[in-house]
T-cell receptor, first 112, second 116 residues
């Protein structure tokens, strides 16, 4: 099993809809979970971090973590064309403080 | 003022050559990283350094040699370049590993290496 898995997409949603991005991870020791956004030709930027089971909301973004299922997701409400990007799930695999393991990313396209 | 800066942004070179990429951060962070992003956008860690000390070496060929002269700089030297080395190399930093409040990695703009 890959360390961090995501559906590669592309995921296409209409403007104003909810985009749902999913990620699973293999190591139960992992403690820190992140969602990064990467626009084409740019560097990744952090949009959400989550450390405890449950939901964490920040504006239009909600991260959800379920450690028992080894699952983390990102919901984007009221999707905008500017949200079109690749979303990378990242996990401190093995509980390491010095290694962030990324999934292969999900390409999201929001259609006007 | 750029927080994490890498130079050069683009390198085009022939197989077998040697090249270096430099990285500097002015955020006062203790930890720096090199990540490689291949053509399929897969971002994979290569090295991490904490306060000039190598912490992670992720089974990278020894043609790749990182050097950290001080905690604000992490350079990457690549010997005998191969076609498969073509990728975007990202430098990143974080305050104290990932144990800071956000665990955020601050990425440089990337250096696109093309090996012909």
């Amino acid at each position: 099993q890959k360390e961090v898995e995501q559906n590669s997409g592309p995921l296409s949603v209409p403007e104003g809809a909810i985009a749902s991005l999913n990620c699973t991870y293999s190591d139960r020791v992992s403690q820190s979970f992140f969602w990064y956004r990467q626009y084409s030709g740019k560097s990744p930027e952090l949009i959400m971090s989550i450390y405890s089971n449950g939901d964490k909301e920040d504006g239009r973004f909600t991260a959800q973590l379920n450690k028992a299922s080894q699952y983390v997701s990102l919901l984007i409400r009221d999707s905008q064309p500017s949200d079109s990007a690749t979303y990378l799930c990242a996990v401190n695999h093995g509980g390491s403080n010095y290694k962030l393991t990324f999934g292969k990313g999900t390409l999201l396209t929001v259609n006007p | 003022d750029t927080a994490v800066s890498q130079t050069p942004k683009y390198l085009v070179t022939q197989m077998g050559n040697d090249k270096s990429i430099k990285c500097e951060q002015n955020l006062g962070h203790d930890t720096m990283y090199w990540y490689k992003q291949d053509s399929k956008k897969f971002l994979k860690i290569m090295f991490s350094y904490n306060n000039k000390e190598l912490i992670i070496n992720e089974t990278v060929p020894n043609r790749f040699s990182p050097k950290s002269p001080d905690k604000a700089h992490l350079n990457l030297h690549i010997n005998s370049l191969e076609l498969g080395d073509s990728a975007v190399y990202f430098c990143a930093s974080s305050p104290i590993g990932l144990s800071s409040a956000t665990g955020e990695l601050f990425f440089g703009e990337g250096s696109r290496l093309t090996v012909l």
